[in-house]
Structure formats: structure tokens, C-alpha cells
């Protein structure tokens, strides 16, 4: 059993040998459409990006920008959740991707400035997001930004410049509405035995750290060690497992349903402010 990848790329890098030794991996945090194909043994706690894209795409159209940049790095993760976005928006769309760790990212700041955009898509993660931010201040860059879940790190405000760039910001990450995870008593310990043990609130992907970890602990306590038996009970494990994040039934490609929490930076907070899931939609805050 292997509880990973984080990344969409670890993830699909790994997938064929342990579809080959019959390893199951279940992955907290790959969310690229490809893992729905991956193999029989492949599972993952978070939703597909064939989510998340159509998400941000429809909240970027619920704002009323009609003029997008999509800044995403040049990986599985990104070129996966730019495809979607995509085929969701309806507006005029520019691609500007990017190397990981290049450390000065002008150029693709330039070209940003030149296509002005109404809004600027995000997808990546702190250490880049964090240059990025930075050198668009410096650049003078000013535009509404909607990031991915990738970057919704309280370590984004560690910089004061990377800070005031993100004032405003929306981000969407995996997870229920604010009253739905209020109202759940398994969230809430979630929440606390966090707090307890760490000193800290939980940030991205904790909670379905812990789903597949506590996921796969009931599987195997049930079925024992051997990747065959594990691999077939896990969907019928998964239909009953009270997980912290919410439903984690598996459906027969290893992938689960979800929805998203719409967040918007204000004072070095990321506060909710909505939601978006696939049967309602866009559901924002009055005012929002």
C-alpha cells in the first residue's frame, strides 16, 4: 500500500509499477484527469481536475470576465487543469506556462501585461507562485487573479510583498461549504485533533491526508496486506468510511465525487465566501 503521490506527476509516474507488482496507491492530492485511467489499483481521496476546471471557469464567468490569462505550470497538474478550463469558459482565453523554480518569471509577466486580461488564472504551487507574485508587484501587474487549490497555503503570506499581491484573491480548493463542514461532527474532531496535535489549523490536503491514511488502515485491519484483496474491497469499504472531507466512495475507475469552497483572500485570510459543486453550481455569498 502506498499513500501518494502528492503530485499529479508522481502520481502517473509511479502508477504503472505498482499496477505491476499490484500495489495499491491511494493518492491524498493528484487530481489530473489522466489518474482516472491510470489502473485498477490506482485510487485517490481528492476529485478530478475535470472538476476543479470547470469550477474555476464557471466562477471566473459568474464574475463576468470575459478575458482570461491562464498562468500554469508546465506540468500534469497545470496543462490538465488548463485543458478543462478550457472547454468550461466561454470567454477569450490566453495560455502562459512556465518552468518550475526558474526563479524570475518577467518575461511571462510581460506577457501577460501585453494580453491584458480581465482575470488571471493560477495553477501551481507556493515556491513559484510565491516569485511570481512578487515580480508582478514589482512589475507593476494588476489584475484579478483566481488561483487552484495548489497555492491555498497560509505560507503565501510568510512575504509581506506576496501578500499584498494576493489581497483579493479567489482561490477554490476540494471541500464541502463552510455550513455543511460546520454541521458535521467528523469534521469538526478533524479540525480539533489537529489543532491539538500540531498547535495550528489544518491547511490544504490535510484532511484527505488523513482520509486515505485512516482509509487505508481499515482496509487492510479487514482484508490484510495483499494488494488484490485490498484493491477489491476498497470501494465497498469506501461506501461506509466516515471520512473527514467528506463522501469517498470510489466509483470503478478509483476516483470520488466532490465539490469545491470558493475562498477570497482578505487580510492574509483565506475566507469562504462560496461554493460550486456539479449538481448546483456557483453559489456565492451575498455580495460576492
Known sequence: MIIGGVSSSETLAIAPYAEKSKVVMISPSSTNPKITDAGEYIFRVVPSDLLQGEAIAKL???????????????????????????????????????????GDYRSEIESIKKANPDVIIYVGYPADASVILKQSGELGLKKKWIAAEGIADPVMFDNA??????????????????????????????????????GKDYSIYSDTEYDAVMLAAYVIAEVGNNGTAI??????????????????TFDENGDVRGSYKVLEVTNKTMVPIGSWNPSTGIDLNPGK
Open 161 to 198: 510583498d506576496v501578500a499584498k499581491q494576493m489581497e483579493g484573491m479567489l482561490l477554490t480548493t476540494p471541500g464541502r461549504s463552510e455550513q455543511e463542514e460546520k454541521e458535521d461532527p467528523v469534521f469538526q474532531y478533524f479540525v480539533d485533533l489537529h489543532k491539538q496535535t500540531f
Open 231 to 248: 484493491k477489491e474491497a476498497l470501494p465497498r469499504v469506501s461506501k461506509t468510511f466516515k471520512a473527514v472531507s467528506g463522501d469517498k
Open 60 to 102: 471566473a464567468l459568474a464574475k463576468n470576465y470575459a478575458k482570461a490569462v491562464m498562468l500554469v505550470e508546465n506540468n500534469d497538474y497545470g496543462i490538465g487543469m488548463e485543458d478543462v478550463f478550457k472547454k468550461h469558459f466561454t470567454g477569450n482565453v490566453t495560455s502562459v506556462r512556465y518552468d518550475k523554480g526558474k
